[in-house]
């Protein structure tokens, strides 16, 4: 027999449902709060009556295949050469040399023939040259 008296039970607190309730009220109390947007400044941006102008300077758009096949304001270059280059500049440009000149290369063209684009720009004598560039996410501009 055992007469030893038994050790009472120490109460075991439960946290779990305690948590559970926590999570269930802020929930609630997230999805039925209103946030309101208030303006600290009122800005009134200031009008102004410029002239258009009457013809936008037009560019010339060179492409740059990746097999290094050119075009020139969408039409293909049939000599692929520095001449060929020169002689569809020239014709694009009618004599403005101040018009801006745009490469547009693909990725995989190799770096000799853009590097042919710019130089016969040189020679035909345009100087504002920029590149087309696809955005960080990989659309298109």
Do not use: C
């Not at 035909?124 to 696809?134: C, D, E, I, K, M």
């Amino acid at each position: 027999m055992n007469f030893r008296p038994r050790r009472p039970e120490e109460p075991e607190i439960n946290l779990i449902p305690f948590i559970d309730v926590l999570l269930v009220v802020l929930i609630f109390l997230m999805l039925s709060t209103t946030y309101a947007k208030y303006t600290e400044l009122k800005v009134t941006l200031p009008v102004a009556d410029a002239n258009r102008l009457d013809a936008p300077p037009r560019e010339i758009v060179v492409a740059v295949s990746a097999e290094g096949r050119y075009s020139v304001n969408r039409q293909p270059v049939e000599a692929g050469n520095l001449e060929g280059l020169i002689f569809a500049m020239t014709q694009a440009a009618q004599g403005d040399v101040k018009r801006p000149l745009i490469v547009s290369a693909d990725a995989a063209a190799a770096h000799q023939s853009v590097i042919l684009v710019m130089d016969a720009a040189r020679r035909v004598g345009l100087t504002q040259l920029t590149f087309a560039a696809q955005n960080g996410r990989g659309g298109r501009p």
